[in-house]
């Protein structure tokens, strides 16, 4: 079955670009979603088609996707960024989550 | 706005069968895919499967032994049932609304989702 794989845990100082990445075979070759959790709430898509932000998502984030590895990107990292974050893709007619990468804003 | 609502029992004896539903509001079931997805406390997102506009359904490999989706236009809403549970299955389970896969592969993944709902099992 499909993999994919995020680092546990990133630091970031706020006011700093964060970045998180997501590895799979052949990821580039299929379309990445990312969703941002906070505790105790329901994930919210930030990220979807590899590079664009629905609506009422900050700019500041922005997503790529290319060879095996898919990129969440949060520039000008604020407190409120401090979550858990997945990466998705769809991987014969099933879909897959990473495992996630807990966000800290130090 | 389209809104997702999870119910169903929170407690479920081992061996039994969990059953919820997502009762969605301000929009048809009939239109898009809607997917079930689980985190056990303290882990990770699970997707467990999901059914389509016109009722098709795909479902986790790993889950698919046990579970059965469906779905009822006249109530605008879907159902998961996931038999002879465990322990294993104690989490929150969520339901979202999910997108098509085209043939070009594009794929917009889960843009609303429900609150969701503990769900425990335990004699």
């Known amino acids: 079955s499909y993999e994919l794989t995020q680092p546990p845990s990133v630091s970031v100082s706020p006011g700093q670009t964060a970045t998180i990445t997501c590895s799979g075979d052949t990821l580039g070759d299929k379309y990445a979603s990312w969703y941002q959790q906070k505790p105790g709430q329901s994930p919210v898509l930030v990220i979807y088609q590899d590079v664009r932000r629905p609506s009422g998502i900050p700019e500041r984030f922005s997503g790529s996707n290319s060879g095996n590895t898919a990129t969440l990107a949060i520039s000008g990292t604020q407190a409120m960024d401090e979550a858990a974050y997945y990466c998705?893709?769809?991987?014969?007619?099933?879909?897959?989550f990473g495992g996630g990468t807990k966000l800290t804003v130090l | 706005q389209v809104q997702l609502q999870e119910s169903g029992p929170g407690l479920v004896k081992p061996s039994e069968t969990l059953s919820l539903t997502c009762t969605v509001s301000g929009g048809s079931i009939s239109s898009f895919y809607w997917s079930w997805i689980r985190q056990p406390a303290g882990k990770g997102l699970e997707w467990i499967g999901r059914?389509?506009?016109?009722?098709?359904?795909n479902y986790n490999p790993s889950l698919k032994s046990r579970v059965t989706m469906s779905r009822d236009t006249s109530k605008n809403h879907f159902s998961l049932n996931l038999k002879s549970v465990t322990a294993a299955d104690t989490a929150v389970y969520y339901c979202?609304?999910?997108?098509?896969?085209?043939?070009?592969?594009?794929?917009?993944?889960?843009?609303?989702w429900g609150q969701g709902t503990t769900v425990t099992v335990s004699s």
């Open positions: 979202a609304r999910d997108s098509p896969v085209t043939t070009e592969g594009h794929y917009d993944g889960m843009d609303v």
């Open positions: 059914i389509s506009a016109g009722g098709s359904t």
């Open positions: 998705q893709a769809w991987d014969s007619s099933t879909v897959v």
